[in-house]
């Protein structure tokens, strides 16, 4: 079975905090793909990064910074010097070669307080 | 360009009652796919379409669901007799590449919340 874990159901910080979402996930696949999503306050899902299982480079994008590995069945998202607009819901997801749906983890409520 | 649009963004019905929910994908986007949300939840998948056929409806609770997507774009969740379970955020998404070895994102649109009183 596929199964997506975010432990962390809500994490406050302060501005200029540094923060990880943790994000652990099941599956029996070879090949497979992660994902970040975004939900703002507003309600609407962004894409924020997608991931081959064959490729665990870490990635930089800003200030967004992704930890994928294999080993740990991991997919961490670290945000540097966060910023109040950071604050939102964060979901994992996890897609197998051979469906098109993604499986999502129950989210991660971030707070960044000014 | 234009993303995905849904409407109504907010529907509030009677228990029992029939509604209908539509999604209207990006353009050129084959591939559509229908979410449920519930509160303090992640998406749940319902069903995917590729054009105008439904290529996975595992994720449809009972046959009071059903979506058609008859001309490879507009595509419409129609669920009836509603039950009170039934209230939550239902998103669209639609994506170019539906399956291959390099899997394209999912565009989201804005949801419709469905209320069931």
């Known amino acids: 079975a596929q199964k997506v874990t975010q432990a962390q159901t809500e994490i406050s910080v302060v501005e200029k905090e540094d923060v990880t979402l943790d994000c652990v996930y099941e599956?029996?696949?070879?090949?497979?793909?992660l994902f970040w999503y975004k939900q703002p306050p507003s309600g609407e899902l962004v894409f924020l990064i997608r991931?081959?299982?064959?490729?665990?480079q870490n990635e930089i994008s800003g200030r967004y910074s992704w930890n994928f590995q294999k080993s740990t069945s991991s997919f961490n998202f670290t945000i540097t010097a966060s910023q109040v607009v950071d604050s939102a819901v964060y979901f994992c997801?996890?897609?197998?070669?051979?469906?098109?749906?993604?499986?999502f983890g129950t989210g991660t409520r971030l707070q960044v307080f000014p | 360009g234009a993303g995905v649009s849904q409407t109504p963004s907010n529907k509030v019905t009677e228990k029992g009652k029939y509604v209908e929910l539509r999604c209207d994908p990006i353009?050129?986007?084959?591939?559509l796919y229908w979410y449920r949300q519930s509160l303090g939840q992640g998406p749940e998948f319902l069903i995917y379409?590729?054009?105008?056929?439904?290529?996975?409806d595992s994720g449809l609770p009972n046959d009071r669901f059903f979506a058609v997507r008859p001309e490879g774009s507009v595509s419409t969740l129609k669920i009836q007799r509603t039950e009170r379970g039934d209230s939550a955020v239902y998103l669209c998404?639609?994506?170019?590449?539906?399956?291959?070895?390099?899997?394209?994102?999912?565009?989201f649109g804005p949801g419709t919340r469905l209320t069931v009183l």
């Open positions: 998404a639609s994506s170019s590449i539906p399956r291959g070895f390099e899997s394209s994102e999912q565009f």
């Open positions: 599956t029996r696949d070879t090949t497979y793909y």
């Open positions: 991931r081959n299982s064959f490729d665990e």
């Open positions: 997801a996890l897609r197998s070669y051979n469906t098109d749906k993604l499986i």
């Open positions: 353009s050129g986007h084959t591939a």
């Open positions: 379409f590729q054009g105008t056929g439904a290529a996975d």
